[in-house]
């Protein structure tokens, strides 16, 4: 009997090591591809996913795709902060880089099937797809997905789905992978390799971009307050490390245009609602009208998330909260689930 054909996502990494391991005791034929993204932070993972898809003896492709990854991720990254906003790097990528290559690949290998080692689960509900949170609450990496389409769920595999990381650990152990059960789990954003965004940042702009010059810090009166070191290098609801802000106030808004930071009582950034221009949202209705739903607005296990409502108007979401909500952040990822289904997101 012919074996289905899966393409798998290998980083090099833990996860991705032991969802090559776990497909292959499920019997399907696996096809590893891993993208090259960036440079100095690829090198030692390619090198590691390359050795095992080796000893596992399935096929791998090493894709480069740097080029297009400057110009949709970097890019992305750059001009957000440019334009005041804070982004989320990782859920561009999945839309525009990571599963588009890996979706080409499942076409071009002829496979039924895309796989990575992202702690979520698929579902089918009529003849739609969903995303499910995984299991471990803690490794649950839903919020990153929300923007991905149909006809990539439609073929998605997540084999860790079902497991807690410390269960995919001692999974890895008992197989003999003790190389890959301590591997060091990567963190943040992949192209940062560790450095700060503002350092980045400095890297990646001309020394006389506007955006890297310092500023003045206003209050909402216009007065001057003191002076900042570069707009993008702030956050809404930041206080630390601006000159002339007060105690029991923080950045409230960031003016591009004028290079200024605006500050304010942080009373000020606590919201009922917001509207969503950019959004994606199930097509079943049930899911969301006239329902209780809950809501994340940032992607960090210290903004847990709400509950609230959601509707259409005017061709623009309607989020509503059931509880204030504070320093809603231009540029971030609103999520929404019905239990421990994602059924749609927006960005802020």
């Avoid at 595999?157 to 650990?169: D, N, Q, T």
């Avoid at 152990?173 to 890959?180: S, V």
């Avoid at 009922?272 to 296990?301: A, C, M």
Wanted: aromatic share 10%.
């Amino acid at each position: 009997m012919r074996k289905e054909k899966v393409i798998l996502g290998m980083s090099g990494g833990m996860d991705s090591s032991m969802a090559a391991v776990l497909l292959l005791k499920q019997d399907y034929e696996v096809i590893g591809v891993t993208l090259q993204t960036h440079t100095e932070a690829d090198d030692k993972n390619i090198v590691e996913a390359i050795n095992l898809a080796k000893s596992l003896g399935i096929h791998h492709q090493l894709i480069d795709c740097r080029s297009e990854f400057e110009k949709e991720v970097i890019a992305y990254f750059a001009n957000e902060y440019i334009s005041g906003r804070t982004p989320n790097p990782c859920v561009h990528c999945n839309q525009t880089i990571k599963w588009k290559y890996l979706l080409k690949a499942a076409e071009d290998y002829n496979c039924a099937f895309i796989a990575t080692g992202h702690y979520v689960r698929a579902k089918q509900v009529n003849s739609h797809y969903y995303i499910l949170k995984g299991l471990d609450p803690g490794k649950d990496q839903s919020y990153f997905l929300w923007n991905l389409s149909q006809d990539v769920l439609s073929k998605a595999l997540f084999p860790l789905g079902e497991l807690h990381k410390a269960e995919v650990r001692a999974l890895a152990l008992e197989l003999g992978y003790k190389n890959i059960a301590e591997k060091k789990e990567s963190m943040g954003v992949c192209f940062l390799n560790g450095t700060d965004y503002r350092d980045y940042l400095k890297q990646l702009l001309p020394t006389e971009h506007k955006a890297l010059k310092p500023g003045p810090v206003l209050d909402k009166n216009n007065q001057l307050l003191g002076q900042h070191e570069g707009y993008p290098f702030y956050t809404i609801g930041q206080r630390r490390g601006i000159e002339g802000v007060a105690k029991g106030q923080c950045v409230i808004a960031i003016n591009p245009k004028t290079s200024a930071l605006i500050a304010g009582e942080r009373e000020l950034l606590y919201s009922h609602s917001i509207e969503l221009e950019n959004y994606i949202l199930t097509p079943n209705e049930s899911q969301w009208k006239d329902r209780k739903v809950f809501i994340r607005i940032r992607g960090i296990d210290s903004v847990p998330g709400y509950f609230g409502q959601i509707s259409i108007k005017q061709n623009k979401l309607l989020v509503s909260f059931d509880e204030k909500v504070w320093a809603i952040t231009p540029g971030q990822s609103i999520v929404f689930y019905q239990n421990e289904m994602l059924i749609g997101g927006g960005v802020v």
